[in-house]
């Protein structure tokens, strides 16, 4: 049976990378895999880049109003794809994961999902939430904090400041920039971890 994959990590984990040497192994047997990214994502236009420079047009961009079954059978038959890969999915919709299960099981395609587990205020992104609940398969992708250290946090610069509040999306390098954190940088310089349910509150200095 074909499996619904999350592959998590912080900013800068070689997410995109990833994805892409993924899917490029399929090219390469004459297999047809479809890449996503959702149409919040507009860096790159209709395409994915990562950092270390290799970038590949998608096949598909998909709105949040879209349904990703449709979207992806208007590309290209179901029967006729061999593995649908998403970038950046935490900003799929939670019914875009359900259907992304549903090509999985009942149409024998595997997907594979790259993206963030939560935002700069350490909170879920709804698509990131709905991955964890339902995915077959969770993996975590690592990298290091500026101490070393395994970083987890994605923490939101502005004007070269570190912040705590704000929209949760704000594209990387256009509304806003970001750095990957241990919970102990995180802790220095952006401040107390909050829930969704905690009151907010200013730390008490800013680095």
């Known amino acids: 049976m074909a499996k619904l994959y999350f592959r998590y990590g912080a900013m800068n984990s070689s997410k995109t ?27 790159a236009g209709a395409s994915v880049s990562s950092r270390i420079g290799v970038d590949r047009k998608v096949d598909v961009v998909l709105e949040s109003d879209v349904s990703l079954i449709a979207a992806l059978e208007a590309n290209r038959p179901l029967d006729q794809v061999d593995a649908v890969f998403i970038d950046e999915a935490q900003f799929l919709t939670p019914a875009q ?32 939430l709905r991955l964890l609940e339902i995915a077959h398969s969770i993996e975590e992708l690592k ?21 705590r509040h704000g929209d ?18 995180y802790l220095e310089k952006v401040g107390p971890v909050q829930g969704a349910g905690s009151p907010q509150t200013d730390p008490p200095h800013l680095f």
Request: glycine share 10%.
């Open 143 to 163: 990298t290091i904090c500026r101490c070393g250290s395994k970083a987890i946090f994605n923490a939101r610069i502005v004007d070269g400041v570190f912040v």
């Open 17 to 43: 990378a990833l994805l892409l040497t993924a899917a490029y192994n399929y090219e390469e047997r004459d297999q047809h895999p479809v890449l996503v990214k959702p149409g919040v994502d507009t860096k």
């Open 168 to 185: 949760q999306v704000a594209i990387d390098g256009q509304q806003a920039d970001y750095e990957s954190l241990c919970g102990r940088c």
């Open 97 to 128: 994961v359900d259907e992304a299960f549903e090509v999985a099981v009942r149409h024998g395609v595997p997907v594979l999902c790259y993206g963030l587990r939560g935002d700069f205020m350490t909170r879920s992104f709804p698509g990131s």
